[in-house]
Structures are given as C-alpha cells and as structure tokens.
C-alpha cells in the first residue's frame, strides 16, 4: 500500500511538473507566434495528444465504444467546468472579466464548423470511412488557416525566444504522455477502493483526472501573465475541436459506427460545444457566466445520476 501512495504522489508530481511547463513554454511562445498558434494549435495538440493516442490504442483492439467515451467525454467538463473555473480564476488574480483575443474569431468558426458536421453526421447516423475523412480534414483545415493567417499578419518574431518555449512545451507534451492514463488508472483505482458508486467514477472522477493538466496549465498561464486567460481558452477550444474532428474521424476510418448505441454522449457532447459557442460569442467571461457554468455541470452530473 505504501507503494501505491508513493507511485501516486509521483505521478501527480508528474502531471504538474508537465503542466508548469507546457504553460511556462506557451507563456513564452505567445510573444513570437500569438494566442492563435500557440493556445489553438500547439497546446491544444499537446493537451489532447493522450486522448488520440488512447482513441487509436482502443480502435486498434475493437474497443469502439471506449474509443468514443475518450473522443468526446471531456467536452462537457472542459467546456463548463473548465471556463467557469478559469474564468472565476482570472477575475481573482485580475480583479477583471476575462477578455479573449480577437485571434479567437478563427477557432469559434472551426467550433461552429464541427459543431455543424457533428450534428450532420449524426442525421446520417453513424461514423464511416467517409465522414471521418471528412472530419480530419476539417481540422487539416483549421490548422492551415490558422498557419496562413500567422503568415499574412507577418508577425515580428522576438529573437532567442523560439527555442526554449519549445524546449519547455516539448517537456512538457513527453511527461503528459508518458504519466496521463497512468494517473487516470491510479485515481480509478482509489475510487474503487474507497467504493465510489462507478456512475459518479465514469462521469465525474474520471474526465477530472483525464483534464487534470489542461486545467492546471490553465491556472498557471493565469498566474504567469494578464493574457494568459485568453491563451487557456483558445487551447481549451483547440483541443475540443481536434476532439470533435481527429478523434471522431479516427473511429470512423476504422469501423462503421451507429450513433445511436452512444446517443446520450454524443448529444452531450453537441450541447457542450453549443454552451460554449454561446458563452464565448462576445470574447468575455464575466463571474455570473462563470458561475453559471459551474452550475450547468452540477446540474448535468445530477441528471446524470438521477435520471
């Protein structure tokens, strides 16, 4: 037993050695390559990096359902928990509403975009070889846009501050890939031990310790710097969208899928995107959004349990 506390106690040690640098190194390279880049593309890679790995790791042994679960389980909490909690954050440190960046605009249309193709392919019913060429390359798209737009602002890059960003984040994504699904399975494994009913594991303890990092990293960016708010954001709806688009589309190239056997995830995860859309449409996150969020979760988690 002694072991186990150990092992635990390690890897979260682990997780937010990761996380500090994943927003240390984003801090940094928000100078020479923008919120844009850096939240919406890098970090929202890194951060989901564990997930498509696990989505391709369980499509590879036929586990489609899990392959699903891990595609698109984290959208409600990052997408109402995660903001309410940054955005409560932010205005403690700053004593503001969070204000997002303009650079915003480009992810809230791939969201919408997805959003849209998730609600099509669910008409249709089911993921295939066709939609999920579909949705990769809408996300292939959103990277291009994101790197030509980058190109077409021709932003003075800061000289000596590329490489140790990169360093940093790089550290980071390697300790975040190695030690995730490890700290998920040990925080499973202390909830079975202290016998948590499996449905609170499954929509609650679960998807907390799979976004451990991306929240972590969250707060540190606030902690680091006044636009560090913003950048969590943006890699929080970067993630989301490689989710709804990388992640959905690996299922489909490797099976047909009926929708319909996972219907309560997948809408959940359409109102997320939905709630989130709406909240972040005027680039701010006051306190009464924020708590508002906090409560939506309450409100889904006990309609989940109860219902």
Do not use: C
């Not at 150990?6 to 928000?30: T, V």
């Not at 990293?217 to 990388?246: D, P, W």
């Not at 989130?276 to 306190?287: E, G, H, M, P, T």
């Amino acid at each position: 037993m002694l072991l186990f506390w150990l092992e635990f106690i390690g890897i979260f040690i682990a997780i937010f050695i990761s996380a500090e640098l994943l927003a240390k190194g984003a801090d940094e390279l928000e100078d020479s390559l923008g919120q844009g880049l850096t939240g919406g593309i890098i970090l929202g890679l890194l951060t989901a990096l564990p997930e498509t790995i696990f989505v391709i790791v369980a499509s590879l042994s036929g586990s489609f359902d899990i392959a699903l679960g891990s595609a698109i389980g984290g959208n409600i909490l990052l997408f109402t928990l995660g903001i309410g909690l940054v955005g409560i954050a932010y205005i403690i440190k700053w004593k503001s509403s969070l204000e997002i960046s303009t650079e915003y605009s480009v992810e809230n249309k791939f969201l919408t975009l997805s959003t849209i193709a998730m609600i099509i392919i669910l008409i249709y019913g089911k993921l295939d070889f066709i939609t999920g060429i579909i949705l990769i390359l809408i996300y292939v798209a959103y990277v291009t846009y994101r790197v030509l737009k980058f190109n077409g602002n021709k932003r003075e890059k800061v000289e000596g501050n590329f490489k140790r960003p990169m360093l940093y984040i790089l550290s980071g994504g390697i300790l975040l890939v190695i030690f995730s699904h490890y700290f998920v399975g040990y925080i499973e494994t202390l909830a079975n031990m202290f016998n948590v009913p499996e449905i609170w594991l499954s929509l609650v303890i679960s998807p907390i310790a799979g976004e451990l990092e991306e929240k972590l990293s969250a707060f540190r960016l606030i902690q680091l710097s006044k636009s560090g708010g913003s950048l969590s954001i943006l890699s929080f709806v970067g993630s989301k969208i490689e989710n709804a688009t990388i992640l959905l589309g690996i299922i489909g190239l490797f099976t047909d899928y009926s929708l319909y056997s996972a219907l309560p995830e997948y809408i959940s995860a359409l109102v997320a995107n939905a709630i989130a859309l709406y909240v972040l449409l005027d680039k701010k996150i006051s306190l009464i959004e924020s708590i508002i969020l906090l409560t939506i979760y309450m409100i889904i988690i006990i309609f989940s349990l109860y219902l």
